[in-house]
Structure formats: structure tokens, C-alpha cells
């Protein structure tokens, strides 16, 4: 159904309450069973307005949840014309279609509460999202509009000073003059050094003995070569016990 045609069914309903206030009562807890077949009692009595829409109308008024609790509540089981008069009872079998259309209809309102509830969740954290990025836009804009600040300060320094003959330079600059004067005088060093140094003799290496000449000099506190002693081991004879015969 169209927003059209839902304005139109709103318009009918509307006028429903006016021409039948007793089939159709203002107050939600006065609605009552109606009829059954009452469409064509609608038809009858209205027939300028179009039955389809005259259907529609109805089936948006029956359709309330008002409308299902006085099927399942009302006293007497009653259902009533559009006068307001007794015209048929509601069965057992109508109660409980109407208990089930009830509790379908209470899931669809709770399905969509929560799909309301997430939706101004969602709604809530992305409200949040963009006022943080509109903090760290206007913070970065406030750091470039610093940084410009500076870098025109220093401009307008730089430029007094050169209008005094002054000439500053940046860290790169010193880092790289201080290398090359460095790197200067390494070679002035290098070419004030002497051409050629005396020669010195050559030492054998100390990993080959038979190159080196032998050692004749005393060495202190040496000890005297030791001298093999060869030990006997002496028997012991013991002599017999005279108290033994």
C-alpha cells in the first residue's frame, strides 16, 4: 500500500468513528466485536466511497490490538451492528485466531522496538563517531594553522636578519659543513704527515719456533733434574706363637 493510499484509508477510518460512533468509538478501550459481514453493511450505507477502500478501512480498524483484546476480553461474547446492536457472538474458535493474531502482532511491536533501540544505538555511536572527527578536524586545523605561524615568524626572522647581513642555516646545513671542515682537515693532516717512515727489522713469527734462535739465557729459581728411585719393600716375618702347642 501506498503513503497515497495509506492517507486515504486514515481519511475513511476517520470518518468511520463520525457516521458510527458505536461500531467505531473514539476511545480505545470501547471497541468492541462487530459483526460478522459487516462490509456490506459499510457498502450499503456508503455508496459513494469505494468498497476496496471501504475494505481496507476495516481491515485496519480489526487489525488494531484494541480490536483483538475485545474479541478475547469482552463480556458476553457479544458482536454488534453499526448501531450498536447485538448481531452474532464470537466463538472459541474466533477467540483463539484472535490470541494468535495477538501474539504476532505483540512479537512484530517487540521486533521492532529493538530494531528501534538498535537503530537509535547506532544512531547514538555514530553521533559520537562524528563529533570526534570533528574535534580532530578542527585540532589539526589549529595545528596547520600554528605551524604557519611559525614558519612566518621564522620567515620574517630569517629575513631581518639577512637584511643584516646575516645568513642562518639550518640543521641540515651545519651537519653537512661540519662533516666537510672535518673531512678538510683529515686531508691537511694526511698531507703534512712525513712521505716515508724508516723501515723496521723483520720479527719472526711467533707461531714458528724453528725460525726463532734459541734461549741461553739462566732461567731463575730452576729446579735440579730429578733422579728415578726405585723402592724394595722389606719382608716382615713374624715368629710363631709359643702358646699355640
Known sequence: ????????????????????????????????????????????????????LLRRALANHTARDGYLLALIHHRGNHRYDLQGNVAGAVTPEERAAALQRLDASTQ????????????KAREEKRKKQREIERKNREAKAARKAEYERVQRESAARKAALAAQGIVLETRG??????????????ARRARAAPAALPSRPETPHPQNPASQPPDLRPTPNAE????????RKRRRVVPPDKNSD
Open 224 to 231: 735440579p733434574p730429578q733422579v728415578a728411585v726405585t723402592f
Open 173 to 186: 646545513e651545519r651537519k653537512r659543513r661540519l662533516i666537510r671542515e672535518a673531512a678538510e682537515r683529515a
Open 108 to 119: 512484530r511491536g517487540q521486533a521492532k522496538a529493538e530494531r528501534v533501540r538498535t537503530h
Open 1 to 52: 500500500m501506498s503513503t497515497r493510499d495509506k492517507q486515504t484509508v486514515n481519511v475513511i477510518h476517520a470518518l468511520l468513528r463520525d457516521r458510527f460512533p458505536k461500531a467505531f468509538p473514539k476511545d480505545y478501550d470501547q471497541i468492541k466485536p462487530l459483526k460478522t459481514g459487516i462490509h456490506a453493511d459499510l457498502v450499503r450505507h456508503l455508496p459513494e466511497i469505494d468498497a476496496t
